[in-house]
């Protein structure tokens, strides 16, 4: 099947830095990337829709400023927290999807954050 | 406000024992019901359910769509340790951005 990866898988970064994630179709082109954010015992919350070439859309109450997304190539989208803070620890999981096929979605293996 | 709630969330039970998993939605132009195995990293794909009374069964996992009532279940039989997991319901709506909408989803764990 498709494979989607992540990097880092893991990080740990001052309160006040700014950390960039990639997700990468490595075999398909996506059209579409999503990102989203899951707490301990919690659902996956979308963040943010990416269109290749064209901005995101963010979900309602998601700061646009804070969480800067770009999908410069049809294989490429990055998710950077900005001046992160503790509560911004989580784990983020990005998903890609080909042109045509909504129902289908994969997933990256995800990346923790651990503001200090 | 398109939704997907599931019950329990929570649930314990003996390895061997069958487990029905519950999901109820609300999502705007519905075109899919979806079903996730998350363990410690991203889920994956169980099955999509996108017309209703057929039944999609994957070994010891089933699951049926009811459009009318706006519910899907998922069935594991002869449960086993490996089944632990959290089991996530998601619904598909076209034309408000083609979003896939996750319920809290049913944390399981099997008892050895």
């Known amino acids: 099947g498709a494979v989607v990866s992540q990097h880092p898988s893991w990080v740990i970064c001052k309160s006040g830095t700014s950390v960039k994630i990639e997700c990468r179709s490595l075999?398909?082109?996506?059209?579409?990337m999503f990102w989203y954010r899951q707490f301990p015992k919690q659902s996956l919350m979308l963040m943010a829709t990416?269109?290749?070439?064209?901005?995101?859309?963010?979900e309602q109450g998601v700061e646009k400023d804070k969480f800067l997304i770009n999908h410069a190539s049809l294989t490429l989208s990055t998710l950077t927290v900005t001046s992160a803070h503790p509560e911004d620890s989580s784990f983020y999981i990005c998903?890609?999807?080909?042109?045509?096929?909504?129902?289908?979605?994969?997933f990256g293996p995800g990346t923790r954050l651990l503001v200090l | 406000e398109d939704k997907v709630v599931q019950s329990p969330l929570s649930l314990v039970v003996h390895e061997g024992d069958t487990v029905t998993l519950n999901c109820s939605y609300e999502?705007?132009?519905?075109?899919?019901l979806l079903w996730y195995k998350q363990e410690k990293k991203a889920p994956t794909f169980l099955f999509m359910l996108?017309?209703?009374?057929i039944e999609k069964k994957s070994g010891r996992l089933s699951s049926i769509l009811d459009k009318k009532e706006l519910f899907s279940i998922l069935n594991i039989t002869a449960t086993q340790t490996g089944d632990s997991a959290i089991y996530l319901c998601?619904?598909?709506?076209?034309?408000?951005?083609?979003?896939?909408?996750f319920g809290k989803g049913t944390r399981l764990h099997i008892l050895p």
């Open positions: 998903s890609a999807r080909f042109a045509g096929q909504i129902e289908t979605q994969y």
């Open positions: 075999d398909f082109q996506a059209t579409t």
């Open positions: 990416s269109n290749e070439g064209s901005k995101a859309t963010y």
């Open positions: 999502v705007t132009n519905f075109r899919s």
């Open positions: 996108t017309s209703s009374g």
């Open positions: 998601a619904g598909l709506g076209l034309f408000s951005g083609d979003k896939i909408i």
